[in-house]
């Protein structure tokens, strides 16, 4: 038996109106060039009458439904109907037929001949539209393209109108999409080589609500900073570690302001170790407070890690780094004019210079990754 050319996935949440016309337009455009093809339906428990406008059109179109009970969102329902996939290329199209299916054929050809790894239907190469965008929906598809910058350059990376090659789901990448976005998902951990773009007029949909939505647009931000995270680990643990730092910072310079204050107003320390006393005062806070958060944010892998230990190695770390602090800031202080009147800078650029050091010595030391025997 032959195998079967498209595997079209097509999730679904209320849109038992649609899936009759998508169907015969699918059948139609894959007919025409002689493509053989199934549709899998993954519809969230719509209680919609899909089953039913489904069962009318399974003896006229090879299609069949799994109803998922447990779980919700696109991206998940795409996943789940990886496992019902027989052809050697998978598609992925929405239901509400804002995707055109005489595009299939045009789609899946290139990853058929072997000259491509992943297409996707684009609404902004040459030739691509989406006439019935406003200028706030204009708006979020450039913002969005612009996010996705550092793991992709195709000009529709936000596209749900995609194609690959079977075998890329052997074996499955470690795909953990939220909301909407599994194409992104898939061009950055299943690392396709050769991508492409095709146009296409991207239609209003037919029957229905459209499901973008705020909650929607906040889940592709977090799933951004997981992609980021996935991509390029080293770098998004030292954001964040710069980020928790920048909180650090302004913990460790309100402590030092407090305590110059305090030393001013009461007099109860000589004004030769003031400032010195003072910036020990801020790390000491400074120290605690940003072992807490890259213990909980940046390092998370670590938190069943014994905390009293971790706690006593990344003070001993930050100390090595806070020397380099605190001899810069001191030596601003003490020795050039204007850092004497403007000490909290002279602190800032102390800070600056124990970063990087710190950083290091937190990741390969202190929250080191240890493997599971």
């Not at 296409?200 to 980021?228: A, D, M, P, V, W």
């Not at 807490?292 to 892998?301: A, E, G, V, W």
């Amino acid at each position: 038996m032959n195998a079967m050319n498209v595997s079209i996935i097509v999730p679904t949440y209320k849109e038992a109106k649609n899936i009759t016309p998508l169907s015969e337009q699918i059948d139609r455009a894959m007919k025409d060039a002689n493509l053989t093809y199934e549709i899998i339906v993954v519809d969230d428990d719509s209680k919609d009458g899909i089953i039913e406008a489904i069962e009318k059109i399974k003896d006229r179109y090879n299609i069949e439904l799994k109803v998922r009970k447990s779980e919700k969102g696109l991206s998940s329902a795409v996943i789940s109907g990886f496992g019902l996939v027989t052809g050697e290329v998978v598609v992925i199209m929405d239901a509400d037929l804002s995707h055109p299916p005489a595009k299939i054929p045009e789609l899946v050809a290139p990853i058929l001949d072997g000259s491509c790894d992943f297409m996707i239907g684009s609404r902004f190469v040459k030739g691509g539209s989406a006439h019935h965008f406003n200028w706030y929906r204009k708006l979020n598809a450039w913002l969005s393209k612009m996010i996705a910058r550092p793991f992709t350059r195709v000009s529709d990376p936000m596209a749900g109108f995609f194609a690959f090659p079977g075998k890329m789901l052997n074996p499955l990448p470690a795909l953990n999409p939220l909301g909407f976005k599994i194409g992104l998902e898939m061009i950055v951990k299943a690392s396709p080589k050769r991508i492409s773009e095709v146009p296409i007029q991207f239609q209003e949909r037919l029957f229905g609500e459209s499901k973008l939505s705020l909650k929607e647009q906040i889940y592709y931000l977090i799933h951004i900073t997981r992609l980021f995270e996935y991509k390029y680990k080293t770098l998004a643990e030292f954001t964040k570690f710069c980020l928790i730092g920048g909180f650090g910072m302004m913990v460790d310079l309100t402590f030092v302001y407090l305590s110059m204050q305090i030393f001013v107003i009461f007099g109860i320390v000589s004004k030769l170790f003031q400032f010195r006393i003072a910036r020990v005062i801020g790390f000491i806070f400074a120290v605690t407070s940003n072992f807490l958060l890259n213990r909980r944010f940046t390092f998370s892998r670590a938190e069943q890690g014994n905390i009293y230990r971790q706690y006593l190695s990344f003070f001993l770390v930050s100390l090595i780094g806070f020397t380099i602090n605190w001899l810069v800031s001191v030596y601003l202080y003490e020795h050039i004019h204007f850092f004497n009147t403007h000490y909290l800078t002279a602190a800032f650029m102390g800070i600056l210079g124990g970063t990087v050091i710190n950083f290091m010595g937190s990741k390969l030391f202190v929250f080191k990754h240890r493997k599971s025997l």
